[in-house]
Every structure is written in structure tokens, then in C-alpha cells.
T-cell receptor, first 118, second 117 residues
Framework: GAVVSQHPSWVICKSGTSVKIECRSL??????MFWYRQFPKQSLMLMAT?????????EQGVEKDKFLINHASLTLSTLTVTSAHPEDSSFYIC??????????????FGPGTRLTVL | AQSVTQLDSQVPVFEEAPVELRCNYS??????LFWYVQYPNQGLQLLLK??????LVKGINGFEAEFNKSQTSFHLRKPSVHISDTAEYFC???????????????FGSGTRLSIRP
């Protein structure tokens, strides 16, 4: 199956700083990437959908200026949490999807990044 | 809009007993259905999916699910569970994708399966 990686796997930062999380599709070209956040013992909530080379589409209630998403290539998307605060502490998971090939339109999930803001 | 309901937030089961995790969905259009498993502090792993065809879908780790269109259900079953099946299980739905765009996946609230020895 297709492999998606995330880096870092965990990060601790001070309140007010910015944190960048990378999501990479290792063996396929991801035309679309999705970013989710998951609070403890809760489900995944979709934050935004990004297509390569275009602006991300954010879900209702997600601040686009706080959660900056860049999908500059077919194998890399980044999520930057700007001016992070303790309430941004969460598990962030990305997924990647391709509109070509055998796995047409299936989403492959990364292992997640745990963000703790002090 | 699509939605997914997992009625049971927690299901405790004894080892080697059968288990069923319930999932109901709501949609006005045809959908794809999925079950994912999440082990502690890890990402999601696809257990199985229903796209079309046979309504009984077999997945990994001995799990299977049956699509029931009339009852809008997609319950997950395993005839005999193991300690290693202890995890969070998510039912999910997505609409049929467009030709050139991927589809969003809507997740249920999850069911925590705990296996007792």
C-alpha cells in the first residue's frame, strides 16, 4: 500500500511560537492532502483539504490564518500552527490521495503528530 | 450532507468471544463506507472498505462488515477477538468521488474495544 509519513512525530513548543508539521507521500503522487485534528478520546475532525498548487479549502470554524497549509508539490504538504496556544495541543493527522493509479481516490493516513503547547 | 453514527462509545468483550461494533450512516447519495482502527498514539489503519459489489466485506485481522442499504448500516464483526484487538475503531463514509478531485471522509465518533482476558 501507499505510505504517508509525518514529521515530527511529536513536538513541544512554547505558547506564542509557530510550529510546522510536514506530511509526505513516499511512493505516490498525492494530488490531494487532508489535514485532521484529533482531541483525546475523540474522533478525527477534518480541518482542511489541499490540492497541489492551489489554496487549501478550510472547514467551517477553522481559522485559515492560524493554520497555514501549503501543498507546493505532489509529495509534500505542510501545516503551520501560528502563534500556538495551549488549546491548540492536539494530535494532527494528515492523509494523502491520488486521482490516478490503482489506489484511485483512496486516502492513506500518516502516523500523526502530537503537538503540546506549554 | 453525510453523517455517521457509532452508537457504542465503549465495548468490553472477553477474549475469544465474538464482537459486533455498530455503525449507521445517513446520506442522500451513494457512498463509500470504511472501518479504520487506531492503536494508542498511532495513525489510522484501514480495516476494510465497501465500494460496491458484494455486501459482505472481509478485511484484515479477521474482521468483516456487512453493508445493509435498507437499514443504512455497516456493522463490523469478528467471530473471536484477541487481546491485540484492543483499540479505537472508527466507521467512516465518503461520497463517490469526482473525476478530478478526492472526496472528504466523515468519521464517526469511534468505539473503544477493550478485550478482557
Amino acid at each position: 500500500g501507499a505510505v504517508v509519513s509525518q514529521h515530527p512525530s511529536w513536538v513541544i513548543c512554547k505558547s506564542g511560537t509557530s510550529v510546522k508539521i510536514e506530511c509526505r507521500s513516499l511512493d505516490f503522487q498525492a494530488t490531494t492532502m487532508f489535514w485532521y485534528r484529533q482531541f483525546p478520546k475523540q474522533s478525527l475532525m477534518l480541518m482542511a483539504t489541499s490540492n497541489e498548487g492551489s489554496k487549501a479549502t478550510y472547514e467551517q470554524g477553522v481559522e485559515k490564518d492560524k493554520f497555514l497549509i501549503n501543498h507546493a508539490s505532489l509529495t509534500l504538504s505542510t501545516l503551520t500552527v501560528t502563534s500556538a496556544h495551549p488549546e491548540d495541543s492536539s494530535f494532527y493527522i494528515c492523509s494523502a490521495s491520488s486521482t490516478s493509479g490503482r489506489s484511485y481516490n483512496e486516502q492513506f493516513f500518516g502516523p500523526g503528530t502530537r503537538l503540546t503547547v506549554l | 450532507a453525510q453523517s455517521v453514527t457509532q452508537l457504542d462509545s465503549q465495548v468490553p468483550v472477553f477474549e475469544e468471544a465474538p464482537v459486533e461494533l455498530r455503525c449507521n450512516y445517513s446520506s442522500s447519495v451513494s457512498v463509500y463506507l470504511f472501518w479504520y482502527v487506531q492503536y494508542p498514539n498511532q495513525g489510522l489503519q484501514l480495516l476494510l472498505k465497501y465500494l460496491s459489489g458484494s455486501t459482505l466485506v472481509k478485511g484484515i485481522n479477521g474482521f468483516e462488515a456487512e453493508f445493509n442499504k435498507s437499514q443504512t448500516s455497516f456493522h463490523l464483526r469478528k467471530p473471536s477477538v484477541h487481546i491485540s484487538d484492543t483499540a479505537e475503531y472508527f466507521c467512516a463514509v465518503s461520497v463517490l468521488p469526482g473525476y478530478s478531485s478526492a472526496s472528504k471522509i466523515i468519521f464517526g465518533s469511534g468505539t473503544r474495544l477493550s478485550i478482557r482476558p
